[in-house]
């Protein structure tokens, strides 16, 4: 009961008691007073006032509480407009919200249908109501599952569970296709139910997230193969090695030099293997200099043509201002020529090759394009005739040691290294195929903004002859953390000639510096275990000796440098695994350069001046 009811019942009671109490007091008064007398008069007088008393008492309908006379009235207006009210909200909130909203019955026969699920959609209210959902907007490989699904939520929610989501393949009315989410909600109406679904495009979304995925995908796949390539690049070092010293000792037996040239060839193949997976792991050292794309593209191309054969026709469409590229001028001849031959793989009964280059630019706002940011880009472009890539295998076209080859043909690393060599260098590559309509891969390289020197970097500087191996007999502090490597690395320099020092680590290479000990370069492993790495450590050997020659050597550098794997200028980098020549070679060169590795001079060897003090006091500064 509430509580104005109870209220008025015990007004009610107060009004009966005390009509009861004055009605005795006045009969008392007119039997025991004289009846003739004034105060009979007087009792009629009280009986009528206290009636008239009462009668004011008696309660009347409290503020917002309908009279008895009026319950039905304003409940029942109410009533009549809840129903207008609420489907005047509903309309409002399915015209306002971005998704499409379909109402069907539970046979998905289309009820209601937004303006939003035109647009979405294709197809009109006047032409989607009274047709089925599954029909409509469903492939026809998706409509037994949608049935199926639907069947599922209704049966779920007869037993009252809210709502339902999935994500699902639609059909516009143009015959394209399109993934939606699509969230449901299923209403009671008599004996069934009315579904009504909100249908929202996540095309986009889905894209992004597969990009995503395969980004994080190849990235694991790069950390992998890069730890990979570094250890192997460790072992083959000293394979190579001892494989040189082998053929020096059987040289003089035809059959014993064979099987050592054999073994030597085998290496090398096996550091191409490693160098392509530093490739596509993006921790291979670039030297990105100035490049005029349109000329290394004519040079590519003049190697090419006796290569891929007569039957592949080779045509050029080289743009007229194409912009000077960012890029390892090696690199990208290597790249080019990966592209090449996977393209004459594809036409094996002949075709056209096209090389094409030109600029591109990119706004801060427009839409993504293989993870590049805003800027200037130079394009080249490599097209072929071929037999096309289908969506299954284009989209794992880049991934290390995938395939499309007969087994044993190739080894699976071509575009994975075309992909990291992009990636590394600050572009991306894509690629454009359809089955049985040729491929376009396309490669993006960043605009050099500033001008360099075109004088060859000093790594890429010619091998030296064989028979003219140059030592010396400077002092050597070698840093290799590894013990096969390291004993092999001394014994080749003090073969020729030089001093040698060593360490395992840059905690024994700091004992060495700080006991004081003469040498003239230090040669040191870039990924070592401990707190310091090598690019670490000749940063502290240079504020104890300043300038200071540094040769370093690595299987990976692992960003040592920076997060691009450039190196800067002045750095010199022996990449493992290297035969004697190529040590000869860079150690010399370390140490006959005169400069250091920031760029700083260099008057004398450190092993000619104990210390920076005697120099200082052998040669004061000259006053003018």
Known sequence: MTHPRRLVLAMILLVVVTSCVVSVVTYYLATSVAPRGPFAAGAGVLGVVAVAALARLWPRPLPGVAAPADAGKVPGRARARQPLIDGEMAQAIIEGTPDAFVQTDERCVILNWSPQAEALMGWTRLEAVGRSVDELVFPETQRALHRQWVDRFLGAAAADAVGGRYETLLLHRDGSEFFAEVSLTAVRRGAGFVVNAFVRDITAKRAAEEQLFQAQKMESVGQLTGGIAHDFNNVLTVITGTIEILTEGVKHDPGLASIARMIGDAADRASQLTANLLAFARRQPLRPRETDVNALVDEVVELLSPTLGR?????????????????????????????????????????????????????????????LGAGDYVVIEVIDTGAGLPSDVRERIFEPFFSTKQFGVGTGLGLSMVFGFAKQSGGSVMVESEEGKGACFRILLPKADAATSDTPAENDAPPEAEGELRGGTETILCVEDDDVVRAHVIGRLESLGYNVIAASNAAQALEVVHAGTAFDMLFTDIVMPGVMNGRQLA??????????????????????????????????????????????????????????????????????LPDVERFLKENPPKHE
Not at 551 to 557: A, I, K, P, W
Not at 574 to 579: G, S
């Open 539 to 608: 940063e502290e050997v240079a504020t104890l000796r300043r300038p200071l020659r540094v040769l370093y050597t690595s299987g990976n550098t692992f960003d040592a440098f920076s997060g691009s794997g450039r190196l800067g200028e002045g750095v010199l980098l022996l990449a493992k695994p290297y035969r004697k020549a190529e040590l000869a070679r860079m150690v010399r060169l370390c140490l006959d350069r005169a400069i250091d590795h920031q760029g700083d001079p260099i008057p004398l060897p450190y092993s000619v």
């Open 311 to 371: 039957h592949i026709q080779i045509a050029t469409a080289l743009g007229e201002q194409v912009w000077p590229a960012l890029v390892d001028r090696s690199q990208l001849s290597s790249a080019l020529v990966n592209l090449a031959i996977n393209a004459r793989d594809a036409m094996p009964d002949g075709g056209s090759l096209l090389f094409r280059t030109g600029n591109l630019m990119r706004g801060a706002h427009e839409p993504e394009m293989g993870g």
